[in-house]
């Protein structure tokens, strides 16, 4: 045998660096996903939902006049075909139907809620209930925003769920909000200003509302929080749950989240959908989504990047852990509760038309079950540090040796992982795919043939608009194009929404 001696690492990584760290490492992966919005472009749904908006804002020049179109057509669309009012209200509100030069706030406005629910849910539960560390609340945060943005797959997903308007606001964008109401209910208890606590119970309550008229993957697993609210409230008073503050008033939202609920599902126009729509029962749409759970995304969605930072996480959450007062006792109910819940993001569209095929609805899976497997971690983390330390330990400004070893070489992997990924697939990750789509010049090539039609569909002089061809399709940016059959419904809402007598395209 032989021995030999090889360097141990001694040093103990700073919470405010490690924070500070990710925080750029975010940012720069997102600036690129923010400079190709400029080169996005309306399609689909962007000329059929967005029409009478676009058509009164042509006709009288006043967004005012052209908001209270949208809401008509909201109406319209609410009591003869879907239910989910708030989200047909803010599709119809779409960028392009004022001018197709500001379509580039689409992903800004995407992006920009779904990051600030995000911070805000964590703020809220992390912070002001648990009273832990904002530097390692805000590493664990920013880890999450970017398995859930940047390891989305690609194929569809990215665009639907980040640069296509009417598909993103509905779905993105809702969930942003989600958080962002989760974020108001936990801080009506757990503010320490009262006026605070009214101001936020207000906003609570007023949002509560409209968020139960968003897409129905959203309503309904709010709507399961809120029945768990008042459940919890119900067992409190009664004596058989025990909570650090009163919940007081906080049925008040509860309530009128399942109120708002309540008006999207029952709607005549829901069942004039469903008898267009091949759905199944709902005891088949909750074991459907069950399985999925499994299948799509630890199976088709989850990668080798997902795994290492849930290792990195590890000891973020172990110190963490050592700020928690109270006592983590039901590591199954809460893993089931999380996977049941990440499951319920499915059963609408199995119950609706019998598949979760569309890019939006995996993107919202994805980043549901993102959020809920952080949360389980952290959970079971907290369980295992209680039970195997008898004392809570104190907390410090940097991260122990070990935790500190544990963290660099996570984040060694991810460099090097991430380096080799991106080499042979470009669009491994969202931000460089964004990234490569700017430099190689097919985001510019899709802008400049996006101008060359636009510039055929506002000639007056032309009645029946032929389109040619793109030449090029970017991953973050082409969605649904026109077709060379002018009698389909993405021609004719196109050929509608500018005034066309036809709208075909052909080959160039």
């Not at 399961?224 to 459940?231: Q, R």
């Not at 067992?235 to 749950?241: A, D, E, N, Q, R």
């Not at 939202?253 to 029952?266: M, R, Y």
């Not at 510019?444 to 055929?456: A, C, D, F, G, S």
């Amino acid at each position: 045998m032989f021995s030999y001696n090889t360097p141990k690492w001694t040093y103990r990584i700073s919470k405010r660096h490690l924070s500070i760290f990710f925080t750029a490492a975010f940012v720069l992966m997102l600036i690129p996903m923010l400079v190709i919005g400029f080169y996005d472009f309306p399609s689909a749904d962007d000329f059929s939902m967005a029409l009478e908006t676009h058509q009164k804002f042509v006709e009288t020049g006043s967004v005012f006049q052209a908001c209270l179109a949208s809401l008509k057509k909201a109406w319209l669309v609410y009591s003869q075909y879907e239910g989910y009012f708030f989200s047909i209200i803010i599709t119809n509100i779409c960028p392009s139907a004022f001018s197709e030069s500001i379509y580039f706030l689409t992903p800004f406005i995407i992006l920009g809620m779904l990051i600030f629910g995000v911070l805000y849910f964590f703020d809220a539960l992390f912070v002001r209930v648990w009273k832990l560390d904002k530097d390692l609340t805000n590493v664990a945060a920013m880890v999450t925003l970017i398995l859930m943005i940047q390891s989305l797959p690609k194929g569809g997903l990215r665009v639907e769920a980040f640069y296509w308007y009417s598909g993103a606001i509905n779905y993105t964008f809702t969930f942003g909000m989600a958080f962002f109401w989760l974020g108001l209910l936990m801080r009506c208890v757990y503010d320490e200003d009262e006026k605070a606590k009214k101001r936020k119970l207000f906003w609570a309550t007023f949002w509560g509302f409209w968020m139960g008229g968003a897409n129905y993957l959203t309503a309904l697993e709010l709507a399961i929080i809120s029945v768990l609210v008042l459940f919890i409230m119900v067992m409190t008073k009664k004596g058989i749950f025990k909570t650090e503050k009163p919940w007081k008033n906080i049925w008040i939202p509860a309530v009128v989240n399942l109120i708002g609920f309540a008006c999207s599902c029952f709607t005549p126009g829901n069942l004039v959908r469903s008898e267009e729509t091949q759905h199944v029962g709902a005891v088949k749409s909750i074991l459907l989504s069950i399985y999925s759970t499994f299948d799509m995304m630890t199976n088709d969605m989850a990668r080798w990047e997902l795994w290492v930072a849930l290792v990195l996480l590890l000891p973020i959450f172990w110190a963490m852990a050592a700020g928690i007062k109270h006592r983590f006792e039901h590591p199954f109910m809460f893993v089931l509760f999380s996977f049941l819940l990440v499951s319920s993001n499915m059963v609408p569209p199995f119950y609706a038309v019998g598949n979760i095929g569309a890019g939006r609805l995996k993107a919202l899976g994805w980043m549901e079950f993102v959020v809920m497997l952080v949360l389980t971690l952290f959970y079971l983390t907290v369980w295992a540090r209680q039970h195997i330390e008898s004392k809570v330990a104190a907390q410090e400004d940097r991260l122990s040796v070990t935790s500190s070893l544990i963290v660099a070489t996570c984040l060694g992997f991810l460099i090097f992982g991430a380096g080799i990924s991106i080499i042979p697939d470009h669009d491994y990750f969202s931000g460089t795919s964004a990234l490569y789509a700017l430099t190689d010049g097919s985001a510019v090539t899709y802008r400049l043939e996006n101008m060359e039609r636009l510039e055929i569909l506002r000639d007056d002089n032309i009645r029946d608009a032929e389109l040619p061809e793109h030449s090029v399709h970017p991953d973050l940016l082409f969605y649904w194009d026109v077709t060379y059959d002018k009698s389909e419904w993405v021609n004719t809402a196109t050929a509608t929404y500018y005034d066309k007598d036809t709208v075909v395209l052909i080959k160039d």
